[in-house]
Structures are given as C-alpha cells and as structure tokens.
C-alpha cells in the first residue's frame, strides 16, 4: 500500500470531465482520477469549506457513521480492472474493522469530511501513476487544497470555458513543478539552519 495525499481536483479542458489526483506521500508520482460532477462537487466544497444549510448525500454517511459510533479511518484505490477503479473505505466501530466497497470518489469525498488516510495498491501506482513535468511557464489550472482559498468562482468558471488542451496539461505541469521547486528551497533552507 502507498500512502497519498489529495493533491487537487482539475477539469479535463474539453469534455469538463471532473479529474482528482492524488499523489504519492513519499515521492512525485500521481494517480489521475476521472470523477462525476457530483463526486468533484463535493470534494471541493469540503476543501473550501463550505457547509450545506442541510446535509448532502456524503455529509449525511459521515453523520450516520459518526452516531453509530463508528470512525472512517482510511479509503483505499483498490484496484484498476477494466479501466474503472475500485476503493474500499474501512470504518472502526467497537474495535472491529469493516471494510466498505466503494467508488474512489465518494471514498474521496468521505476521507476529506473525516480526516481519514488515503491509500492506494501498490499495483494502481505502478500501473496508473504517472510523474509530470514541465518546461513550460503557463498559467495554473489545478485547484489545489491550498490554493482553494483564494479561489474566486468566476476566474474559475471562465478558467473553466476558455482552457485549450495545452495550456491545461502545461498548467497542471507547472503546478506540479512548482510545488517541487517550494519543496527544493524548504530543503535547502532546513540545511542552511
């Protein structure tokens, strides 16, 4: 198994098809996710924060799983069998696990609401995971965890509408390799200290 961390949710530039990538914990390799607009819905507005006036579908399985006295630990990308993935959510309830069959979407949804771990089989990584760089220097287009706070809805609405094919898979490159290069400079300062 190989932990990873929700690295962001993008939009595939022609369809608008909804794409979650998780990374790997402990090197630059990503799983791409192809998700439904409801699945990416809820993921983001989890990440920013935002809160229904009354409970949505993933919110409500939190809820109902929290009085049950039962705690979602971690969800795990099972599997990649003909081109659909699997996941699996485990849930802790009286000192027995419970293991959930699952879309990796909702588990995704789940773990962001629960602070639960995400995983994936090591196979999934070394089939699916990719490793993205870039020369490049174009505008971002992945919305990151920490950049969802200074969102602004209507940038990211004509984003949405106005991205070609190569500036989305230079941007996602970029941010990709931005991010190594803050990781590079903490380092760096940390051999400094």
């Known amino acids: 198994m190989r932990e990873m961390t929700l690295y962001g949710v993008s939009f595939e530039p022609i369809g608008k098809q909804p794409i979650v990538l998780l990374k790997t914990a402990d090197d630059e390799r990503f ?4 998700i439904g607009h409801p699945e990416a819905a809820a993921i983001l507005m989890k990440l920013q924060g935002a809160s229904p006036p009354r ?6 399985f939190t809820d109902v799983i929290s009085e049950l006295q039962g705690e979602i630990v971690r969800v795990t990308v099972t599997e990649l069998r003909d081109n659909t993935y699997y996941a699996q959510i485990t849930i802790v309830q009286d000192g027995r696990e419970v293991e959930i069959d699952s879309r990796p979407s909702d588990a995704i949804a789940l773990a962001v609401r629960c602070d639960a771990q995400i995983f994936a089989s090591d196979e999934v990584v070394e089939e699916s995971g990719i490793e993205l760089q870039s020369d490049d ?11 969802l706070a200074d969102l602004d809805p209507a940038e990211f609405r004509q984003f949405l509408e106005n ?9 996602l490159s970029e941010t990709l390799e931005d991010d190594g290069d803050d990781e590079d400079e903490e380092d760096a300062d940390e051999e400094e200290s």
């Open 31 to 34: 799983l791409p996710i192809w």
């Open 163 to 171: 991205v070609t094919p190569e500036e989305f898979a230079s941007s």
């Open 137 to 147: 220097d174009e505008q971002p287009g992945l919305v990151t965890a920490s950049s």
């Open 55 to 60: 409970p949505m579908t993933h919110d409500l």
